[in-house]
């Protein structure tokens, strides 16, 4: 047994060596989505996801700080939350554990109350590659709004890169920088005589995207913004309004260079999710597929067709999902 726990001491203590190499003083940039159940009956549940950057000052300690989006089960309410996040390892070898205890404030968007937010989480880390991790968790929640609180229970998953000691500068050049105009179809909603239509709607797209472990799949963070017409319309009145849209979310692309043309032209296949602010805030998924064309090593012109929803209002305020098809072309870089 003595020579059993000797062996398996050494093999734990490599595995620390390795994994250390460069750790400290080395930047993180990462992706962690998140789903909390409430304790209560009928308290319902929280979606998170939060993009994260930060240090580790020691082998053991690290802290950063992050934002991103947070809403209930029901994509019904959305917040926008701001915080600080350490971490302490209890080892250092390749697969490890770790304590996280996260902290900060959700700033609502959506006409409620913003609350403060603790999140404590027992989390194990295990590498994809030698600058990409994965991890998953679980821990607690706890929310205070006005003096009362909420209590959760709830995972967490994402992927962190390292800098491996090169700097963040480092790692902003392998990302892609997607930036594109944008424009939706119209989409209305019809109850009765009245109807509602958004239409004329033109923007801005930006993304950054980062390389993941499987070979042509890129994943990261976006935002459009733009303006559209809001017109409604009825047997008693007609009213158009122009308005400002923001969309903010997570993107995911996987190129199909396997089917390359020319060694310049590829399909490929995209993922958007996120807080759509088209007339009122509301959780929205837009798959699509695109072409790009080759313009340098790693530049291109690309032209992408997806399907969206927005969310309108009938006659007698109830809300409604009505689908849009939305157009781009763009210059990643």
């Given at each position: 047994?003595?020579?059993?726990?000797?062996?398996?001491?050494?093999?734990?203590?490599?595995l620390?060596?390795s994994?250390?190499?460069?750790?400290k003083?080395?930047?993180?940039?990462?992706?962690?989505?998140g789903?909390?159940?409430?304790?209560?009956?009928g308290?319902g549940?929280?979606?998170?996801f939060q993009?994260?950057y930060?240090?580790?000052?020691?082998?053991?300690?690290?802290?950063?700080?992050?934002?991103?989006l947070?809403a209930?089960?029901?994509?019904?309410?959305?917040?926008?939350?701001?915080?600080l996040?350490?971490?302490v390892?209890?080892?250092?070898?390749?697969?490890?554990?770790?304590?996280?205890?996260?902290g900060?404030?959700?700033?609502?968007?959506?006409g409620?109350?913003g609350?403060?937010?603790l999140?404590?989480?027992?989390?194990?880390?295990?590498?994809l590659s030698k600058?990409?991790?994965?991890?998953?968790?679980?821990?607690?929640?706890?929310?205070?709004?006005?003096?009362?609180?909420?209590?959760?229970l709830?995972?967490k998953?994402g992927?962190?890169?390292?800098?491996q000691?090169?700097?963040?500068?480092?790692?902003?050049?392998?990302?892609d920088?997607?930036?594109?105009?944008?424009?939706?179809?119209?989409?209305?909603?019809?109850?009765?005589d009245?109807?509602q239509?958004?239409?004329?709607?033109?923007?801005?797209?930006?993304?950054?995207?980062?390389?993941?472990?499987?070979?042509n799949?890129?994943?990261?963070?976006?935002?459009?913004?733009?303006?559209?017409?809001?017109?409604?319309k009825?047997?008693?009145?007609?009213?158009?309004?122009s308005?400002?849209?923001?969309?903010?979310?997570?993107r995911?692309?996987?190129?199909?260079?396997?089917l390359?043309?020319?060694?310049?032209?590829?399909p490929?296949?995209?993922?958007?999710?996120?807080?759509?602010g088209?007339?009122?805030?509301?959780?929205?998924?837009?798959?699509?597929i695109?072409?790009?064309?080759?313009?340098?090593?790693?530049?291109?012109?690309d032209?992408?067709?997806g399907?969206t929803?927005?969310?309108?209002?009938?006659?007698?305020?109830?809300?409604?999902?009505?689908?849009?098809?939305?157009?781009?072309?763009g210059?990643?870089?």
């Amino acid at each position: 047994m003595k020579h059993l726990f000797t062996t398996f001491a050494a093999v734990m203590l490599c595995l620390g060596v390795s994994a250390q190499d460069g750790k400290k003083g080395t930047n993180e940039f990462s992706f962690n989505v998140g789903y909390d159940f409430g304790l209560k009956k009928g308290q319902g549940g929280m979606v998170t996801f939060q993009p994260e950057y930060g240090r580790n000052f020691t082998d053991q300690f690290y802290l950063g700080a992050g934002t991103g989006l947070a809403a209930d089960d029901k994509f019904d309410a959305f917040a926008i939350p701001v915080f600080l996040r350490a971490e302490v390892d209890f080892t250092t070898t390749k697969i490890r554990p770790y304590l996280s205890l996260q902290g900060g404030y959700d700033i609502s968007v959506s006409g409620g109350d913003g609350c403060v937010r603790l999140n404590p989480v027992v989390v194990v880390k295990a590498p994809l590659s030698k600058t990409v991790d994965f991890n998953i968790g679980f821990g607690y929640t706890r929310t205070i709004v006005n003096g009362r609180g909420g209590d959760f229970l709830g995972f967490k998953a994402g992927v962190n890169f390292n800098s491996q000691g090169r700097g963040f500068g480092d790692f902003l050049k392998k990302l892609d920088y997607n930036v594109e105009l944008e424009t939706y179809t119209p989409a209305s909603v019809k109850d009765g005589d009245y109807k509602q239509t958004l239409t004329g709607c033109f923007g801005l797209n930006l993304a950054a995207i980062a390389p993941m472990p499987l070979e042509n799949l890129y994943a990261g963070v976006s935002v459009g913004f733009g303006r559209y017409t809001d017109k409604y319309k009825s047997q008693t009145y007609e009213d158009k309004t122009s308005e400002v849209y923001l969309n903010a979310g997570v993107r995911a692309r996987y190129k199909v260079k396997q089917l390359m043309l020319a060694d310049k032209i590829y399909p490929f296949a995209q993922l958007d999710m996120g807080l759509g602010g088209f007339y009122e805030p509301s959780f929205t998924v837009n798959p699509a597929i695109g072409v790009s064309f080759m313009t340098g090593d790693k530049e291109s012109v690309d032209v992408t067709l997806g399907y969206t929803t927005m969310s309108l209002e009938d006659e007698m305020g109830d809300t409604k999902k009505k689908g849009s098809l939305r157009i781009a072309v763009g210059y990643t870089f």
